[in-house]
């Protein structure tokens, strides 16, 4: 199991080094609209809704697998006490350089989000959770040990691929191709693909289902469609009960 990790590490790493969109860090504008108490908060391409995080002043706050110095550095310029943790050294080192360039108090983990025992249960009110459950091969772990660190009442907030991502080849033919579903829920890419990249495409009862057996609350949902219709995200709130 830790191969997979270790694979899953280099691989951001490499994307990391290669500045793919999703490792942009926030702009001087953007940290500066958050100090101002103008938080904006990007998971992928949706702004979480503002009343999500209307009270995340002062509160404690784990970006989990949320390096990159986006999420992190504008959480805590909104006043948040932000902790943050990820696989990817080269992604934390984008927090580590803001975070000092902004004098910005972040607590900053190399670790693994499958195993969350360096914080005590109860202990964050919120879980910041950018995409990156489709790197895990079993997000119940992931949930549970979410259950387990948030205080009574936390919120949870994760981005994840909807599952068609996944079900879909694309079709290359002399009208311009298409999409066929030819693969059944749960995927792993390694069934396909010896290249040595790894994702998971699991099922929305996985994850929304497997949210309400941890004990979590699914009190919010939206979706955000890109141009190509298969690249389908939905964003949860949960809450613990
Ligand atoms: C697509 S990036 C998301 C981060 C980015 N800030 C964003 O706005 O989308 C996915 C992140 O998940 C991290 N990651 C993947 N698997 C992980 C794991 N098992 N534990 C901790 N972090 C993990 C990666 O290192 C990477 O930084």
Redesign the pocket.
Known sequence: MNDI?EQ??KN?DSL?AKHVD??ACASKEQLQAARAGKLKL???DKDVPDEWLADIKGKKVL?????????APLLACAGASVTV????SK?LEQDRKIAADEKLPIEIVK????DLSMFDNEYFDYIIN???LM??PKLSVVFRECYRVLDKGGVFIL?APNPINYVCDYIDDENGGYYKAVHRMPFCSMDYDDSGWIEYGHTMEAYLGGLIECGFLVNGYVECQMEDITELYFMARAIKN
């Open positions: 990790f899953v590490e951001i990391a999703w490792s990007q998971l992928f970006c989990l697998a949320g390096a990159g110095g986006l999420q943790i990820d696989l990817s992604m670790g693994n989000m499958c950018p995409p990156s790197y895990v981005m």
